[in-house]
């Protein structure tokens, strides 16, 4: 089977397609055949080796969390699902960005009805680190929460995870990306110099709570704005967060197929949109984190095997 690999830490250069052996699911595992892996990130620094003292690469290593396709083969002690059945998920491998894979049957879902595999294939990561970042923080429908990076993968989640709490929830994003978050009930705010200023405009008053989504000084500007520490979380600015007192829940707070679970039955019914960029084929992998890591994307990037 087609799989990418990386063998030394580098930039997108050093991401080849390989031929490697297909996995065998061992007991409680599935073997999925993949239709959709979401790219994210985080990837991109591991792969970079900027997070080797937290999440080391062995190598030659694989990459890829998200994961949707159709169970092709079962290990013993499976629960729950068959061959043939559709499903998404997660696996903590770094091995779905490719043609198949092994994950654990207790981290995957049935694929609802009416979802795309698009989307499916690109939940987990960004809809457990929205769900995460808004658990952090709290909101309700007497709060005013604002979000950096509103329109990108996690941010675009989180903005209508916070609204679907009742919360006025403002957006910091690029003017091209004002509508989108404007026909969601978002107010939007354009980033950079004067921000601060322009955000207490938007609110009319105080901000209650401040979700992080892109690093690069947010932590400091919602101390500015008056947030207590305990209602700003940050999945990029670590040390700043250290600092100040304030949270940094993600993806691992809530990696469990039960939020999986919920974020999928809320998109299928059209109560939760995710945001679909572009997709490319395996073999284009480095042009879709080519694409990544030019920044700005509005959604996620999906690969297809």
């Not at 900027?50 to 190598?59: D, K, V």
Request: proline share 5%; charged share 25%; glycine share 14%.
């Amino acid at each position: 089977m087609r799989a990418v690999r990386f063998h030394e830490y580098g930039g997108i250069d050093v991401l080849r397609v390989e031929e490697v052996a297909r996995p065998v699911p061992g007991p409680g595992q599935l073997l999925v055949e993949v239709r959709a892996a979401g790219v994210q990130p985080g990837e991109v620094m591991i792969r970079e080796g900027a997070r080797h003292g937290r999440w080391p690469a062995t190598f030659p290593s694989g990459q890829g969390s998200d994961v949707a396709g159709v169970v092709a083969e079962t290990g013993p002690e499976v629960r729950g699902f068959a061959l043939g059945d559709e499903v998404l998920g997660f696996t903590h491998d770094r091995a779905s960005h490719a043609e198949f894979v092994v994950v654990d049957d207790v981290n995957v879902v049935t694929r609802p009805q009416g979802l795309s595999w698009d989307v499916a294939g690109s939940l987990y990561v960004a809809g457990t680190t929205a769900y995460a970042c808004v658990f952090a923080v709290d909101p309700g429908p007497d709060d005013t929460v604002v979000v950096s990076g509103a329109a990108g993968g996690v941010g675009s989640l989180a903005v209508q995870l916070a609204r679907r709490r009742g919360a006025t929830v403002i957006g910091l994003a690029s003017e091209r990306n004002h509508a989108w978050l404007k026909d969601r009930g978002v107010l939007p705010v354009e980033y950079g110099q004067g921000a601060a200023e322009r955000i207490r405009q938007a609110a009319g008053g105080s901000v209650d709570a401040f979700v992080d989504t892109f690093g690069d000084g947010y932590v400091e500007l919602a101390v500015e704005l008056g947030v207590r520490p305990e209602r700003i979380n940050t999945i990029r600015d670590w040390q700043a967060a250290a600092k100040v007192g304030a949270r940094t829940y993600g993806e691992g707070s809530a990696a469990c197929a039960v939020v999986v679970g919920e974020l999928a039955r809320l998109a299928a019914r059209g109560e939760l949109e995710v945001p679909i960029a572009r997709t490319y084929p395996l073999e284009r992998v480095r042009d879709a984190f080519r694409e990544l890591e030019r920044g700005h994307t509005h959604g996620k990037i999906v690969l297809r095997p």
